[in-house]
């Protein structure tokens, strides 16, 4: 059995809160039409807990969806600067190293026509392939260097309380941390065994998951509140073998 929601049992008990005063009032007193202190009395309490239900829930959460809009619009302002700052050039480096690119892009190839439906496919079939990259010492070194050139940036980001509540990308920001943890308590790359490079390709793959998640969710957001910053993030896809910013007919 579905339980009700707190919000509607407090609009339960209020309505019934309401009936009931009213029909004391109607017991005691009758519905004579005659207008007196005790009928004045009676209307306002009856009418009390009416005026509850709608500063206590209609409006409370019409603010609170306020709120959340507002909040929704710094998050994906950040997640532009982050993905223009470094986000995409770091994706680009991961699709570099996986060799199943070509067909990886062709998944992630997004259009500004895409329905949510198509977004979600997306999604499904990224995270059954976004763990099969095979980076090299090269491919550390060099994601290595990205991490540490931005860490004072990445910092600003994990202090923003507005990210924190972002499930998604405060959980791409602690992966982006752990590997740029393990990656800097390494020296020499290329002398590193096998084990420990499988160890450190874990943590490349699952970076690489979380930031094609976070980017597939920013690009159906512009989708739908803002069309001319989808198509300038299309043209700069990471999942493209080179930017088109050019506008061609």
């Not at 339980?3 to 004391?24: D, K, N, T």
């Not at 892009?105 to 079939?125: P, S």
């Not at 096998?194 to 160890?199: E, F, I, Y």
Request: net charge neutral; proline share 3%.
């Amino acid at each position: 059995m579905k339980i009700l929601s707190w919000e509607a049992r407090l609009a339960c008990l209020l309505i019934a809160c309401c009936v009931g005063i009213y029909a004391i009032k109607f017991m005691f007193f009758g519905d004579n039409g005659e207008s007196n202190t005790l009928s004045y009395i009676f209307n306002s309490l009856g009418f009390l807990p009416i005026n509850i239900l709608i500063v206590t829930l209609i409006i409370n959460r019409l603010l609170t969806m306020r709120a959340k809009r507002a909040q929704q619009e710094k998050i994906r302002m950040v997640l532009g600067l982050f993905f223009s700052e470094m986000g995409a050039v770091l994706l680009r480096r991961l699709i570099a190293c996986d060799p199943s690119a070509e067909t990886f892009r062709e998944m992630m190839r997004v259009t500004n026509t895409w329905t949510k439906e198509e977004y979600v496919h997306a999604g499904k079939q990224a995270s059954r392939v976004c763990t099969k990259t095979t980076p090299s010492p090269a491919d550390f070194t060099e994601i290595n260097m990205l991490i540490l050139k931005n860490h004072d940036f990445l910092l600003r980001l994990i202090e923003n309380p507005v990210l924190l509540e972002h499930n998604t990308v405060s959980k791409l920001l602690q992966d982006l941390f752990h590997l740029g943890e393990e990656l800097a308590g390494r020296g020499d790359f290329y002398s590193l065994p096998a084990s420990d490079l499988g160890h450190l390709t874990g943590d490349v793959n699952r970076v690489y998951c979380q930031l094609t998640m976070v980017w597939l969710e920013h690009m159906e957001y512009l989708s739908r509140n803002y069309p001319y910053l989808l198509s300038l993030s299309l043209r700069k896809s990471p999942f493209l073998a080179e930017d088109r910013v050019v506008v061609k007919e």
